[in-house]
């Protein structure tokens, strides 16, 4: 408001009126003004209300794919578990099968120590001779 500002008896004497009516003219246009502030902020709360309820129902829809995710990565971290589990036990196997395979070769080596220094070093025995047709299949099978 850029005007002059008066009291109601001042107003009333520029307008050639009754104070009192100057006072109901404010009065009445306080009312109108009242009204019609009310019902902007009404209208900006029923939009504010659908921007909320837009919103609610998109945090509805966030937790369930966030929902979905935990569940999908619960089911990752189990498999992921199982397949260390699996992991531990085919190493475990394979140590136990070169334990075993190391030992092997400790006692070959000590027999064939023991067989050298003994003098008692047996010849590979010699495969077996094979007679004409085993020869003739041999060839076959080689050509």
Excluded at 19 to 43: F, Q, S
Aim: proline share 3%.
């Amino acid at each position: 408001m850029d005007g002059k500002w008066m009291t109601y008896t001042e107003a009333a004497v520029r307008l050639g009126v009754a104070p009192e009516a100057v006072r109901e003219a404010h009065i009445a246009t306080l009312k109108t003004d009242l009204e019609r502030l009310t019902a902007e902020l009404a209208g900006e709360r029923a939009g504010r209300q659908g921007e909320v309820e837009l919103l609610k129902g998109q945090l509805v829809t966030e937790r369930e794919r966030a929902d979905r995710a935990v569940t999908d990565l619960t089911g990752e971290r189990a498999a992921r578990q199982a397949d260390q589990e699996q992991l531990a036990a085919a190493r475990a196997a394979a140590d136990r099968a070169t334990a075993e395979l190391v030992e092997l070769v400790k006692r070959l080596a000590a027999t064939a120590k023991t067989q050298t220094s003994a003098g008692t070093v047996e010849a590979e025995p010699e495969p077996p001779r094979r007679g004409k047709l085993g020869r003739a299949w041999g060839w076959f099978l080689r050509n």
